[in-house]
């Protein structure tokens, strides 16, 4: 986990801002991209479907340690392929799914070098740009996003730049060696610091570097392995950090080779081509929709800062107005998210943060957890990032199951209402919501292997016994497809609420409860005046709550779940029964006919000296999206927006919407201003008096 004490001090060491784009005052890019509509199945590709088993050993000789194939073993290939998906897209889109991710297609070597695991998962990469012969084919991977087309469903790539498959091996042991002890040197010996050079066109060319000379480490690759990957730059040993394996401690997870996986030198001029040139004809030649980014924080900012802009430019040149890119920061911490945001280039990313108090509120009732997290929602805030555009889920093939996590006893109808429970709470906050392939069975396994189950009939013999929550084991001789489970449904309803209001996907947040197993927030469209309001029960007893209703509509709708709710003269009273969820529904926001912004004077920040703070409160309404701006020579120019107030917590007071521009954000001036505009329901605008602030 990342600190901010580690944050402030690579930030002084790196110091690389995020450039203002020139935008009219009322207008955010972050609040504009298309993607954040969608709703996102996730489907690991070899347990998903098995439409040609013909391509189930890859080409390759019948046996498991050279095909890689082995239905009967978690860790090696079951036979699921492009085919398979392609004919289940139809079952995909009747659950209301608007995308989906998939991990990767790439030709990968078939087994490891311990001859113990095979590449099912698709991250040990050898071929770029080419499909996994286990997968199917080019032409099959392209006739598959034509027909995702065709049914209104949208194409996410997994991609992967940090590593490729296990190839090189050294002369020396495979312990990590640290740039202190040994530098990077080129051929005639001069040693450059890689961290500093990184980016600059002062990084040397990899013909100024020797396999012998260059490396802590001497590079082998054995004569049957000197060409196998694709591009053909990539079998050049000198483009990879050579420095033995990563222990994921410093700056061995950013130069050491992960879990043996060769270490890209992502750093290389070369490499930052290359990659951008492979990536960009994925998208001209397949038409694909987004990346998926896997092992994001183990490549260095620079590469993202020229790789995330120039893939974007080039998905524009072929059509794709939207092309996001959610980098996988594996890390429970906003800390860590708010750096690879700010310093990586990031607007898209994996929210772990989320998922981990979403589950501590789902599994132990932390609702204060989650909605303190929430407060941090600012710190992301640019006039370029949005967290409304990070994918939130509840689980996936790395961590496990959101059934894994639930676990007791499967059978019992509080398994059920609990995962229902999780899967609204999912699709009613902010955040594009993602869901892992096998979730609407009931499937359950709480770590990576245990989690990729087979959704075609299995020959895995505990997954056949493995009990299902809301159903049956599947048994022998039977897939997933044809059952039934109480969770489709679920997730159809929950397809569909999510579909018919931009409350869910682009409209602001007001948290109105976090305790004990409670939660209650609201979402709001601001644009049609309606107001939806979710209720929460982690607990084992039905629970009531009350907030205040000065600003609430007297008439309330229930459009899903269970619960009551009651309006009074002066509160709010709510009901849920345990387990319980309930969606309901208010046409109108009310507020005063002249409601108001006030922004307090910008002070420095007291903990990153590299940012200064915004804040602003409103009146005379209960919920508002707060833009704040700064003055560049006549124009008003965003700084980003707060689409939900501060939750009263131990380190913030209720009701305050902020962001925390870097100074370098700014183009300065001997007097710039600095001012806040609010957009309330029905279209009404206020904006806030304007302070000067003095650069530090």
Do not use: C
Not at 38 to 49: G, K
Not at 415 to 436: E, S
Not at 525 to 533: F, P, T
Not at 678 to 692: L, P, Q
């Amino acid at each position: 986990m990342i600190k901010k004490s580690f944050i402030v001090s690579l930030i002084a060491a790196i110091f690389i801002g995020l450039s203002i784009s020139n935008t009219p005052a009322a207008i955010d890019l972050g609040l504009n991209r298309d993607f954040k509509t969608e709703m996102i199945y996730f489907a690991m590709i070899d347990r998903f479907s098995n439409g040609n088993t013909k391509n189930d050993l890859g080409g390759y000789k019948d046996a498991r340690t050279t095909s890689g194939y082995d239905p009967y073993d978690t860790a090696f290939y079951h036979g699921g392929d492009i085919q398979g998906l392609s004919d289940k897209l139809e079952y995909i889109k009747s659950l209301g799914f608007t995308a989906l991710w998939i991990t990767p297609v790439f030709r990968n070597i078939p087994v490891g070098v311990d001859g113990k695991s095979a590449a099912y998962h698709g991250y040990a990469i050898a071929g770029f740009d080419q499909v996994d012969s286990h997968l199917g084919t080019m032409a099959e991977f392209k006739a598959f996003v034509v027909k995702a087309h065709s049914l209104g469903l949208k194409v996410v790539l997994d991609i992967v730049v940090n590593h490729t498959a296990d190839v090189i091996s050294y002369k020396e042991n495979y312990d990590y060696i640290y740039l202190s002890e040994k530098p990077y040197k080129t051929s005639n010996g001069k040693a450059f610091d890689i961290v500093k050079l990184a980016g600059t066109s002062k990084f040397p060319a990899v013909a100024q570097l020797s396999a012998k000379i260059s490396f802590p480490k001497t590079p082998v690759v054995s004569k049957a392995m000197a060409n196998i990957k694709s591009p053909a730059w990539l079998n050049d040993v000198r483009l990879y950090h050579n420095r033995g394996k990563s222990t994921f401690q410093g700056e061995s997870g950013r130069f050491g080779d992960f879990y043996g996986f060769d270490d890209i030198m992502t750093e290389s001029p070369e490499v930052v081509k290359g990659f951008i040139d492979l990536y960009s004809k994925w998208i001209s030649t397949t038409g694909i929709d987004g990346f998926r980014i896997d092992t994001a924080r183990h490549v260095n900012e620079a590469f993202w800062q020229a790789f995330i802009p120039s893939i974007r430019a080039q998905a524009l040149a072929f059509g794709k107005k939207d092309f996001p890119m959610w980098g996988e920061v594996y890390d429970s911490s906003p800390e860590t998210l708010d750096y690879w945001a700010r310093y990586g280039g990031f607007t898209e990313l994996l929210d772990f943060p989320v998922q981990d108090r979403m589950l501590k509120f789902i599994t132990a009732g932390s609702a204060d957890q989650l909605a303190t997290l929430l407060n941090e929602d600012d710190q992301y805030s640019t006039a370029t990032i949005d967290p409304r555009n990070f994918g939130v889920f509840l689980g996936n093939h790395d961590m496990g199951r959101i059934g894994g996590f639930i676990g007791g006893n499967v059978n019992s109808e509080a398994a059920l209402l609990r995962d229902q429970m999780a899967h609204a709470l999912l699709f009613t906050m902010r955040g594009v919501p993602i869901v892992y392939y096998g979730d609407e069975f009931g499937l359950m396994g709480d770590s990576d292997k245990e989690a990729r189950q087979d959704l075609f009939v299995t020959l895995v013999d505990r997954w056949r016994k493995q009990q299902r929550i809301g159903g049956e084991p599947i048994g022998m001789g039977k897939s997933s497809f044809d059952t039934t489970n109480p969770l489709q449904q679920t997730m159809r309803d929950l397809t569909k609420l999510h579909a018919s209001s931009s409350a869910f996907s682009a409209g602001a947040m007001k948290i109105r409860i976090a305790d004990n197993g409670l939660l209650v927030f609201s979402r709001f469209d601001l644009d049609s005046g309606r107001e939806y309001l979710m209720t929460f029960n982690s607990s084992d007893a039905a629970l009531t709550g009350s907030f205040d209703s000065q600003f609430l509509a007297n008439k309330w709708e229930k459009v899903l779940g269970d619960g009551l709710v009651n309006v009074g003269d002066k509160t709010m009273k709510i009901t849920v029964p345990a387990y319980g969820w309930g969606v309901f529904l208010s046409d109108m926001v009310k507020s005063s006919s002249t409601p108001e912004v006030t922004m307090a004077k910008p002070v420095m920040n007291p903990i990153l000296r590299d940012r200064f703070n915004l804040e602003a409160t409103i009146s005379g309404a209960d919920i508002a999206e707060v833009q704040f701006q700064y003055k560049d020579g006549t124009t008003w120019k965003s700084l980003g927006t707060d689409t939900s107030p501060t939750f009263k917590s131990e380190t913030d007071a209720a009701g305050r919407y902020r962001v925390f521009p870097l100074i370098s954000d700014i183009k300065w001036s001997s007097n710039t201003e600095f001012r806040a505009v609010a957009f309330f329901a029905h279209g009404v605008e206020a904006k806030s008096e304007s302070f000067s602030f003095i650069k530090p």
